[in-house]
């Protein structure tokens, strides 16, 4: 069975200068693959700047990428022209990380649900007002706040905002780059609650992208950890956490905090960057790993 979305030798690297001379090129995401079912939440997690969002922009194409392939129903992505791509993109959403940030100040949030529907030319202005409505209610908001302006709603409804935004075009797979991380721990689980019932109600396809190990372990059905630009173990998130096989995904696993205080805190350690960078092998029906 064809997956959704396939991610085959992925690479994007960022050429450098020092001065007039060229260096070495950053490889912020380096021969990564991977695949996700229709109705999955998979996750991508690592420490911060290992690539993770950049994989994700770079799969929507909004960082072109240096190779590789991405594949959507079997169809490759990275061959889309303008018009092909525009189209596409009513398929694959996005919510950004900084819920301040990715909604503009100057636009009241029903025009900000209601801008994709214009830009792709979907009904009339009536059914736009009647989507937007609809929209709004269905990630928790009252329909009658449509007029306000951002900065007179929480964080975790400017959320809502952003969210609302990427369902407008019904898209069958949406990105959620660090979409909860700037938010309170409370809100998270707020948030995390709308996008399991958004899931079940609109079979949707989650890429989730965290730092949050905990999050993930709950949220996600597999989870691939990247370092570095590349991807140090995949599996089901069961397995992963029950029994690591990566000296990283170990590290990031005793890294996080203990909730008894009782408990004596782990011993600091440092996994070299070059540790295991051999190839991914399948240790273990669907569980991968390099060694």
Known sequence: MTPLLAVDHLTKHFPRRAGWRRIEPLRAVDDVSFHIEAGETFGLVGESGCGKSTTGRTILRLIEPTSGSVRFRGEEVTGFDAARL??????????????????????????IVREPLEIHGIGTADSRDARVAQLFAL???????????????????????????????????????EAVSAL?????????????????RLGLT???????????????????VMRA????????????????????TRALLEAIPSLDPDQPPRPAGRVPLDVAAGPLAELAPGHWARV
């Open 86 to 111: 525009r189209r596409w993109r009513r398929d694959v959403q996005i919510v950004f990380q900084d819920p301040y940030s990715s909604l503009n100040p100057r636009m009241r949030a029903g025009a």
């Open 139 to 177: 990630v928790g908001l009252d329909p009658a706040h449509r007029q306000r302006f951002p900065h007179e709603f929480s964080g975790g409804q400017r959320q809502r905002i952003g969210i609302a935004r990427a369902l407008a075009l019904e898209p069958s797979l949406v990105i959620l780059d």
């Open 229 to 248: 630009g590349r991807i140090m173990e995949l599996a089901p998130a069961g397995a992963l956490f029950a029994g690591p096989r990566h000296p990283y």
């Open 184 to 200: 309170d721990v409370s809100i998270q689980a707020q948030i995390v609650a709308l996008l399991r019932e958004l899931q079940q």
């Open 206 to 224: 989650y890429l989730f992208i965290s730092h949050d190990l905990r999050l993930v372990a709950d949220f996600c059905n597999r989870v691939a």
